[in-house]
């Protein structure tokens, strides 16, 4: 595998199950990212890892919990979820992140699509 | 806060015509800068970046940027569009290596024969 991988690539939940969704990079890299892309919205940053210690977080629902357990590997537990959460999650990843005067492509996965039902 | 515009949901262009892609943002510096392509099914792939030096940059499958500063503009083109060139094209800056990306909503483009 070269990249980002996401699995699954497809996932139909209840509100009431908890699943989780897996990102692994193949890069090398420090940084790693989640992503959620809605119909009509911008790109919305949800968690950004940097060296396994979270750096980001932008208010997202506490239903919605990240997990890093290495630089390589990045989850996304979900748990009593709604339907305005059908999504697509997208992880990525960058060389770095807190450089404050250089900045890192983040290369993508090609996400998993979220229904909640 | 950074914001960044991209006016045109959806733009249809013919095969082999020319096309512009239109992004404005919204900083008080200049900002580094992205164009990502994402096809139907998977994720971004970056296109080209804008970081400093010639304002005119080119990138992958043929695409070219160009960074106006006094219009605080970063339009996307290409001269001659392919078939395959149909996907949602987004338009993105980021201040420094701290601050996150900030994207915009996107243009759809679709090609015809």
């Known amino acids: 595998e070269t990249g980002v991988t996401q699995t699954p690539r497809h996932l139909v939940m209840g509100m009431t199950n908890k699943k989780s969704l897996k990102c692994e990079q193949h890069l090398g890299h420090n940084a790693m990212y989640w992503y959620k892309q809605s119909a009509k919205k911008p790109l919305e940053l949800m968690f950004v890892y940097s060296l396994e210690e979270r750096v980001e977080n932008n208010s997202v629902p506490s239903r919605f919990s990240p997990e890093c357990p290495n630089s390589s590997h990045l989850f996304l537990h979900l748990h009593t979820l709604q339907p305005e959460d059908s999504a697509l999650y997208l992880c990525?990843?960058?060389?770095?992140?807190?450089?404050?005067?250089?900045?890192?492509?983040?290369?993508f996965g090609p996400g998993t699509r979220l229904t909640v039902l | 806060a950074q914001s960044v515009t991209q006016p045109d949901i959806h733009i249809t262009v013919s095969e082999g015509a020319s096309l512009e892609l239109r992004c404005n943002y919204s900083y008080g510096a200049t900002p580094y800068l992205f164009w990502y392509v994402q096809s139907p099914g998977q994720g971004l792939q970056l296109l080209l970046k804008?970081?400093?030096?010639?304002?005119l940059v080119q990138g992958i499958k043929g695409f070219e940027a160009e960074f106006k500063r006094s219009q605080s503009s970063f339009n996307l083109r290409k001269p001659s569009v392919h078939w395959s060139d149909a996907a949602e094209y987004f338009c993105a800056v980021v201040h420094s290596g701290n601050t996150p990306l900030v994207f915009g909503k996107g243009t759809r483009l679709s090609v015809i024969a």
């Open positions: 804008y970081f400093s030096g010639d304002t």
């Open positions: 990525a990843s960058s060389q770095d992140f807190g450089l404050a005067y250089s900045y890192n492509e983040q290369f």
